[in-house]
């Protein structure tokens, strides 16, 4: 089993060719091989998963609750705005997930603004593009490599 889960929701395996004035010609698997490497130099290794169906990413996600999986890294895609059970499932493993999205949610649609998920995330990253994807993995191991406790402000 993989240190760490990476899981990309529904349409995201058109990657470099769905709308790329939005989310960028580069591919799911260019994004894959990347993480694998960036995190294979830390230490860690990935197991990178990507469904367009609810129930498998749920599935997934139960794959780890007893795991050595240490941490899951998530684009849910359309499914950070309607997946309660998204939600549940990730709180449910007791594992630390990041949630990262290339495009900035909050600059389109208002019901793309809203995430199921963000307010339980240990962090997230949008709008950054592709590229968001290797500073939440940065972050999220250089959390694993030197934990510390975080505090919820408000």
Do not use: W
């Amino acid at each position: 089993m993989a240190d760490i889960l990476v899981l990309n929701g529904p349409n995201l395996n058109l990657l470099g060719r769905r709308e790329p004035e939005i989310y960028g010609t580069t591919t799911l698997e260019q994004i894959e091989q990347s993480l694998t490497e960036q995190a294979r130099q830390s230490g860690f290794s990935l197991r990178c998963e990507q469904s367009n169906a609810e129930h498998v990413l749920i599935e997934l996600v139960h794959s780890i609750f007893a795991s050595q999986t240490q941490a899951v890294l998530i684009n849910p895609g359309a499914f950070t705005h309607t997946s309660l059970a998204l939600r549940d499932a990730l709180l449910a493993v007791g594992k630390p997930f990041y949630e990262v999205h290339i495009s900035n949610v909050h600059q389109r649609e208002a019901f793309r603004a809203r995430s199921y998920l963000s307010d339980v995330a240990a962090g997230v990253v949008c709008g950054l593009g592709v590229a968001g994807y290797q500073f939440m993995m940065a972050a999220l191991l250089a959390r694993l490599q030197s934990p510390v406790e975080m505090k919820r402000e408000i």
